[in-house]
């Protein structure tokens, strides 16, 4: 059985008819936004930790959601220190951003967070209190 062939003229039609435009307009391209902080409120350092010198960052996985809004937080490098760690990662629960999008359309992103508790440089007067209460056994 031979295979049907169809006439060049033919053949050349149909492809040249799928080139052509149709009656409707392409949609325009959006280009895509990549995903904002809006409110980023910095975590509780504990006095008593900052009085003492222990400072560090907390590196945090965060997934950002549709609606702006972390949907999971994960540690991925510790400050050296849990309380700092936790104090991150419960702040960072809280913030808020503008979702990132592809064609128009909110995706969720997933995005790495560096939190700093840096050491004052001077002795905040709050320190002088705890130093007290420690040496008084309290």
């Given at each position: 059985?031979k295979?049907?062939?169809?006439?060049?003229?033919?053949?050349i039609a149909?492809?040249l008819?799928?080139?052509?435009?149709?009656?409707?307009?392409a949609?325009?391209?959006?280009?895509?936004?990549?995903?904002a902080?809006?409110?980023?409120?910095?975590?509780?350092?504990?006095?008593e930790?900052?009085c003492?010198g222990?400072?560090?960052?907390?590196?945090?996985?965060?997934?950002?959601?549709?609606?702006?809004?972390?949907t999971?937080v994960?540690l991925?490098?510790?400050?050296g220190?849990?309380q700092?760690?936790d104090s991150?990662a419960?702040?960072?629960?809280?913030?808020?951003f503008k979702?990132a999008?592809?064609n128009g359309?909110?995706?969720?992103?997933?995005i790495q967070?560096p939190?700093?508790?840096?050491?004052?440089d001077?002795?905040?007067?709050?320190?002088?209190a705890?130093?007290?209460?420690?040496?008084?056994g309290?």
């Open positions: 059985m295979p049907h062939l169809l006439p060049c003229s033919v053949v149909l492809t008819g799928a080139c052509t435009s149709s009656d409707q307009p949609a325009p391209v959006i280009a895509p936004t990549e995903v902080a809006v409110q980023t409120p910095p975590p509780d350092y504990p006095a930790l900052g003492t222990v400072g560090g960052t907390s590196v945090l996985k965060v997934v950002v959601g549709i609606e702006g809004k972390p999971d994960t991925i490098s510790s400050s220190n849990s700092l760690d991150a419960m702040r960072v629960r809280e913030w808020k979702a999008t592809r359309q909110p995706v969720p992103t997933t967070v939190v700093n508790f840096k050491v004052p001077a002795k905040p007067d709050e320190c002088f705890i130093e007290e209460r420690v040496r008084r309290g």
